[in-house]
């Protein structure tokens, strides 16, 4: 593992209640940028961060369905589509059945949570579980109404070609973007690897448009990055529960104190989550062996304790942790964890308000259902799901500013963090130096 990962951006943010307009009203789109991320599965991303991989089995259908009083609305409307639809040729059954699927679970209101993959997306989804996906290498908000470039992928080929945060995506190809619904942008900006597309950017603050042409790669995206701040404090950023999050993770701690440093920022803004055995090694690394990290209640309303496990490797290093709204599911669970147990102070923006256990179920056409099967709850018992954590201390961002990424430079000076617009990073560094830092608890055999 090479010492600077390559960072993953998430989704936006959930709760219309949340600090900042730019998460408001991302709220809105977040179930289409998993596509857009890194041009890849439509919805792919949007899922991962929730995933609890039970293996999943192949399924029939229920009798109980088609036993249903309303099954027969199913079957007429089925009827009406075959027997009227004027243009015959665009009648697909498959694609009818997996509407209706996918309808079936949207209908349940867990918007952003459970929903029904075909098999082009289940693909995608076990995929982007490995870290694995072809596209462009770029994230992009649309809350604006334009696609613009959140950050671009380490090295992938957007970065490659000079693609900056903040850019706006004008034109693909020769078309206009302005108007396109987020499937279509999905359609027009994903393909095969080694395919070409070209598109019409525009930096932020410039006035004139520039056009590159890019080949779609594979792009295999590590889930860890750091760099060193001023006065011995370390940026780690913790981009998503991947799988190998936890190996990366210690690698990482082991590299910055080689470096020297003594305190470390654990950045957690714009991560979906992700596996919760990762979620579980994460949390491991800070906290001593059985600390409860979570809750999690089944729908019969039994709850169980998830403890750390192991000897931690980070249990005594001055700790802040950052998140945003786009902070989610096992980033979440950590985050609470952190701070709840007085291991870490948090700053930032109230995160998403996840917390939902997805099990996947696989059926035979290669299709999937992810139904939400079970509540993740804080240590203390506290529902997440919809509700978010709140940090300790409330840092916003303006709606032009986007999270510092280790990435974008190895070894900040103290003068280029001054002038830093990430009032965040900002904010963390100065409550590592003042002292308001959550410090480490001595462990429970130590003497008093």
């Known amino acids: 593992m090479s010492q600077r990962m390559r960072p993953h951006e998430p989704q936006p943010s959930f709760d219309p209640a949340g600090p900042s307009p730019r998460s408001r009203i991302q709220a809105a789109v977040r179930s289409v940028l998993a596509a857009l991320t890194l041009t890849a599965a439509f919805?792919?991303?949007?899922?991962?961060?929730?995933?609890?991989?039970?293996?999943?089995?192949?399924?029939?259908?229920?009798?109980?369905?088609?036993?249903?009083?309303?099954?027969?609305?199913?079957?007429?409307?089925?009827?009406?589509i075959h027997t009227q639809y004027v243009e015959t040729e665009a009648i697909d059954d498959e694609e009818l059945v997996y509407g209706a699927s996918r309808g079936m679970v949207d209908a349940l209101g867990d918007t952003g949570h459970s929903r029904f993959l075909d098999p082009e997306e289940a693909d995608d989804f076990e995929r982007e579980i490995r870290g694995e996906t072809?596209?462009?290498?770029?994230?992009?908000?649309?809350?604006?109404?334009?696609?613009?470039?959140?950050?671009?992928?380490?090295?992938?080929?957007?970065?490659?070609?000079?693609?900056?945060?903040?850019?706006?995506?004008?034109?693909?190809?020769?078309?206009?973007?302005?108007?396109?619904?987020?499937?279509?942008?999905?359609?027009?900006?994903?393909?095969?690897?080694?395919?070409?597309?070209?598109?019409?950017?525009?930096?932020?603050?410039?006035?004139?448009?520039?056009?590159?042409?890019?080949?779609?790669a594979k792009l295999t995206i590590q889930p860890v990055s750091w760099s060193m701040l001023p006065h011995g404090v370390a940026h780690l950023r913790l981009s998503e529960f991947s799988g190998g999050a936890t190996e990366d993770l210690k690698e990482a701690i082991g590299q910055i104190r080689e470096a020297g440093a003594s305190k470390m920022i654990l950045d957690m803004r714009d991560n979906p989550g992700g596996l919760v055995f990762e979620a579980i090694g994460v949390a491991s690394q800070f906290l001593p062996e059985g600390t409860t990290i979570y809750q999690e209640r089944d729908r019969a309303g039994s709850v169980r304790s998830v403890t750390t496990t192991g000897e931690g490797v980070a249990l005594d290093l001055p700790l802040v942790v950052l998140v945003n709204g786009n902070s989610a599911s096992a980033a979440e669970i950590v985050a609470a964890a952190l701070r709840d147990s007085g291991r870490a102070s948090l700053l930032g923006e109230r995160t998403y308000g996840t917390g939902?256990?997805?099990?996947?179920?696989?059926?035979?056409?290669?299709?999937?259902?992810?139904?939400?099967?079970?509540?993740?709850?804080?240590?203390?018992?506290e529902q997440i799901w919809k509700r978010g954590v709140d940090p300790d201390e409330t840092v916003a961002l303006a709606d032009e500013v986007y999270p510092t990424r280790p990435s974008q430079d190895p070894e900040i000076t103290e003068a280029e963090l001054a002038r830093s617009k990430d009032d965040q990073l900002v904010a963390g560094h100065e409550r590592l130096q003042t002292g308001r830092a959550a410090l480490p608890s001595p462990p429970a055999n130590s003497a008093p």
């Not at 992009?140 to 490659?160: F, K, N, Q, W, Y």
């Not at 942008?185 to 080694?194: A, F, M, S, V």
């Not at 070409?196 to 056009?211: F, M, Q, S």
């Not at 299709?367 to 804080?378: E, F, H, P, R, V």
């Open 356 to 381: 939902t256990v997805l099990t996947p179920t696989e059926f035979e056409d290669g299709s999937m259902a992810l139904i939400g099967t079970a509540l993740w709850l804080t240590a203390d018992g």
């Open 43 to 80: 919805g792919a991303g949007v899922t991962v961060d929730r995933l609890a991989w039970d293996g999943g089995s192949g399924a029939g259908a229920s009798s109980s369905f088609t036993d249903s009083e309303k099954f027969g609305v199913l079957q007429e409307t089925w009827d009406a």
């Open 134 to 216: 072809v596209g462009i290498g770029i994230y992009l908000d649309l809350a604006s109404g334009m696609p613009t470039v959140i950050a671009p992928v380490d090295d992938g080929p957007a970065d490659r070609a000079g693609v900056r945060a903040g850019d706006v995506i004008l034109k693909i190809g020769d078309e206009p973007v302005e108007g396109l619904t987020p499937e279509e942008l999905r359609d027009r900006l994903g393909g095969d690897e080694g395919t070409r597309v070209t598109l019409t950017l525009r930096h932020a603050g410039d006035n004139e448009p520039y056009t590159v042409t890019l080949s779609r």
